[in-house]
T-cell receptor, first 111, second 112 residues
Framework: RKEVEQDPGPFNVPEGATVAFNCTYS??????FFWYRQDCRKEPKLLMS???SGNEDGRFTAQLNRASQYISLLIRDSKLSDSATYLC????????????FGKGTHLIIQP | DAGITQSPRYKITETGRQVTLMCHQT?????MFWYRQDLGHGLRLIYY???????DKGEVPDGYVVSRSKTENFPLTLESATRSQTSVYFC???????????FGPGTRLTVT
């Protein structure tokens, strides 16, 4: 089983819709969780950290489900500019070298 | 306010040549990382450094060498480039606390 898994997509979603995707992780002791956004041919950029209580930043909501070992990202009222690849990152080892990236979910917002 | 920069941004080299990719950050972050990103593999850790003069291997270190004599610089050297090292290379850093990484713009390396 891979340590951090994401559905690669693509998710094709009409503008204004709500979209959600998950990221599963294999190490139940994982402590830190993040979502990054990566535009084509650009560097990953931190979108949000994921806290145990869940957190929201504008149209974006991230949640952690420890029992089922996954994190989720919900995007409401999607914009054309949300089109990107979304990477989840899980710290599976506790130290800085334990930061493990999923392969990303490709999201396409259609007009 | 440059943050984290990489040079060169694009590089074409021949098999067997040595090439060095540079990474410079202005935040005085302790941790720095080198990743490669390839289709089908996502981001894979090559080497990382916890501080000046402290480096350690990541998932795919073979064929690469790093050094960190100063906190702000973390060069990555391909000692004898191979075609399998054609990739996009990202440098990243972390300040303190929650392991939130900040990435440089990347170097696109082609080995012919």
């Amino acid at each position: 089983r891979k340590e951090v898994e994401q559905d690669p997509g693509p998710f094709n979603v009409p503008e204004g819709a709500t979209v959600a995707f998950n990221c599963t992780y294999s190490n139940s002791a994982s402590q830190s969780f993040f979502w990054y956004r990566q535009d084509c041919r650009k560097e990953p950029k931190l979108l949000m950290s994921v806290y145990s209580s869940g957190n929201e930043d504008g149209r974006f909501t991230a949640q952690l489900n420890r029992a089922s070992q996954y994190i989720s990202l919900l995007i409401r009222d999607s914009k054309l500019s949300d089109s990107a690849t979304y990477l989840c990152v899980v710290n599976i080892g506790g130290g800085a070298d334990g930061l493990t990236f999923g392969k990303g979910t490709h999201l396409i917002i259609q007009p | 306010d440059a943050g984290i920069t990489q040079s060169p941004r694009y590089k074409i080299t021949e098999t067997g040549r040595q090439v060095t990719l540079m990474c410079h950050q202005t935040w005085s972050h302790s941790y720095m990382f080198w990743y490669r990103q390839d289709l089908g593999h996502g981001l894979r850790l090559i080497y990382y450094s916890a501080a000046a003069d402290i480096t350690d291997k990541g998932e795919v270190p073979d064929g690469y060498v790093v050094s960190r004599s100063k906190t702000e610089n973390f060069p990555l050297t391909l000692e004898s480039a191979t075609r399998s090292q054609t990739s996009v290379y990202f440098c990243a850093s972390i300040g303190t606390g929650l392991y939130e990484q900040y990435f440089g713009p990347g170097t696109r390396l082609t080995v012919t």
